[in-house]
């Protein structure tokens, strides 16, 4: 995978796109048993009324941006599982969580990645809690919107590729 | 107050309140020993609270302020070459396993999210069957470790 021309690049790169969704895939149904499906073409614009885990893989020259998308019910769902009891969706433990699994997304995205030449490391996450968000990529940067979604879990991963600055 | 016997004094290392709370359950449940925790936000807060009570570190890779790779490997310069240090981390890299064992220090590595069988094979060879800490030759623990590492990574 040749990343020397991203200012060019529109899209990113479908290699790299296969990896995380693989990593995904993975990270979920080994923290819950459950393996989520790729929805395929399901590109919503519709405002999200949940949880918003943000995480960065990067290197000196390139940054893949991770935001997880993840409405309440599921937030909910992953704290039963992941710890046993249910969180309250407002708590600070709740963005604890979604933060964690960002984070936990994020070393299995980097090793993934690392496979098809994109070698980086992951940020600290960040976590941010509301209704009708709505995603903006400023200026436009490759962008891909992924959804997943299982019998208990819907969420939405956006990853966006940028020049590190 | 006077500890109880055969209390293993356990320090866990991880700027995620719900995975230090992950952490001490999945250790609790296993019962290969008695344990008391002692937790610390991230590695600088760690080396504050280090002292030599503690027997064994669990510790989170990525934390602001201070790694968990640089808290092991600053234990390791002040001389503990003993108390096995257990990486918990999501860093899942070949390159990261390598620093955190031989950069670090540390002993195991254990790749989140684990499970309670993962967090048992990195552990169980350092205690008896009473659940006391065993202390054994350096070198044998360090080469055993290193493929023990590999494996539940």
């Known amino acids: 995978m040749n990343l020397d021309n991203l200012y060019e690049l529109n899209q990113i790169p479908e290699e790299m796109i296969g990896k995380v969704r693989e990593s995904v895939m993975n990270t979920f149904g080994s923290m819950t048993g459950e393996v989520?499906?790729?929805?395929?073409?399901?590109?919503?614009?519709?405002?999200?009324?949940?949880?918003?885990?943000?995480?960065?893989?990067?290197?000196?020259?390139?940054?893949?941006?991770?935001?997880?998308?993840?409405?309440?019910?599921?937030?909910?769902?992953?704290s039963e599982v992941f710890i046993g009891m249910e969180l309250p969706f407002e708590s600070d433990d709740m963005g604890d969580l979604i933060g964690e699994i960002s984070n936990i997304l994020a070393g299995d995205v980097a090793a993934n990645v690392e496979k098809v030449g994109f070698r980086g490391q992951s940020s600290l996450p960040t976590a941010m809690r509301g209704s009708d968000l709505m995603l903006f990529m400023p200026n436009k940067p490759p962008t891909e919107k992924m959804k997943f979604s299982s019998p208990n879990m819907e969420f939405w991963l956006t990853m966006v590729l940028s020049e590190s600055k | 107050m006077e500890q109880a016997m055969g209390k293993i004094k356990a320090m866990v290392v991880d700027d995620s309140k719900i995975m230090r709370s992950a952490v001490k359950r999945a250790l609790n449940q296993l019962m290969v020993a008695d344990f008391e925790f002692v937790e610390a936000m991230d590695g600088e807060d760690a080396l504050g609270k280090f002292n030599n009570?503690?027997?064994?570190?669990?510790?989170?890779?990525?934390?602001?302020?201070?790694?968990?790779?640089?808290?092991?490997?600053?234990?390791?310069?002040?001389?503990?070459?003993?108390?096995?240090?257990?990486?918990?981390?999501?860093?899942?890299?070949?390159?990261?396993?390598?620093?955190?064992?031989?950069?670090?220090?540390?002993?195991?590595?254990?790749?989140?999210?684990?499970?309670?069988?993962?967090?048992?094979?990195?552990?169980?060879?350092?205690?008896?069957?009473?659940?006391?800490?065993?202390?054994?030759?350096?070198?044998?623990?360090?080469?055993?470790?290193?493929?023990?590492?590999?494996?539940?990574?």
Do not use: C
């Open chain 1, 36 to 78: 989520p499906s790729y929805i395929e073409n399901a590109s919503s614009d519709d405002p999200l009324n949940g949880i918003v885990g943000n995480v960065t893989v990067f290197n000196s020259d390139h940054t893949l941006s991770l935001m997880l998308a993840i409405p309440r019910e599921t937030a909910v769902y992953l």
């Open chain 2, 53 to 153: 009570e503690i027997e064994i570190l669990f510790v989170d890779w990525n934390m602001p302020n201070m790694t968990g790779v640089e808290f092991a490997k600053a234990v390791r310069d002040k001389g503990n070459d003993q108390i096995p240090i257990i990486m918990v981390t999501a860093e899942k890299s070949m390159g990261k396993v390598d620093k955190a064992l031989n950069e670090g220090g540390a002993n195991e590595y254990v790749t989140k999210p684990f499970t309670a069988d993962k967090m048992h094979k990195a552990i169980s060879d350092y205690f008896d069957d009473d659940g006391n800490l065993i202390t054994g030759d350096e070198d044998d623990n360090e080469s055993k470790s290193f493929f023990k590492g590999i494996l539940n990574s």
